[in-house]
């Protein structure tokens, strides 16, 4: 390579470095503006969730036609008629499960990833099903080059939970179903907490937190949500 040719890469690379801290810098910034605005004036207090939450960089797990509103006030599409849930709606459901480090948790409805990528930012061992193929195989691709080495995916139904990884501390749902599937409760921990939307497809549902003790689920309503369905008919796509 002669210099001028050096001079000219260099020089490319120099604006696209630039370019791309600048990028990074804001999506921080939006980053913190959404802990404070609509996750802490929420109520939301766990110091652990709100680090979480300022470190996963939410603008990935979305398409890229997209990332410019990572970071709003609402849920997005991330295609196959799936959604990413609002980040309060994420922050609020992770909370209600105090989930600490070191803790197994199994997620149904793995979507784009994220709200396993913020658990495991916790310091959470995450076991993820997702029931369309495509939709589970990005994510674990998505999560591997992010580094959460901590989360496994697997393509399936997650009614059934994930029978070999059981008993979980914790169980996040994160479409919605009109009943409680069995095999979930069966995997829920003695003293475990499960959260879950419960309620008619594509109308209003009612986030409800059971606790498991001495074998019997105690109940709290944490107000009314919007979800996708819980499919049942495993997905090719
Ligand atoms: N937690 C996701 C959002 C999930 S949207 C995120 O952070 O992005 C709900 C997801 O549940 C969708 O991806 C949908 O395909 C998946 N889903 C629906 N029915 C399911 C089932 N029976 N088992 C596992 N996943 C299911």
Partial sequence: ??????????????????????????????????????????????????????????HLFVPENLTSSAYSDTPLPIGYGQTISQPYIVALMTESLQAKKGFKVLEVGTGSGYQAAVLAQIGCQVFSVEVIKILAETAQERLNRLGYPEISVRWGDGYFGWEEEAPFDSIIVTCAIDHLPPPLIEQL??????????????????????????GQLTSENLGGVIFVPLLREVRQE
Avoid: C, H
Wanted: glycine share 4%; proline share 6%.
């Fill in 189 to 214: 921990k003695e003293g475990g907490k499960m959260v879950i939307p419960v309620g008619p497809p594509y109308s209003l549902q009612t986030l409800w937190l059971f606790t498991k003790e001495n």
């Fill in 1 to 58: 390579m002669n210099k001028k040719n050096f001079i000219t890469l260099f020089t490319v690379w120099i604006i696209f470095v630039l370019i791309s801290s600048a990028y990074a810098e804001q999506y921080d910034q939006e980053r913190q503006l959404m802990v404070e605005k609509q996750i802490k004036q929420r109520g939301v207090v766990d110091p652990q969730l709100l680090d979480a939450m300022l470190k996963v960089p939410r």
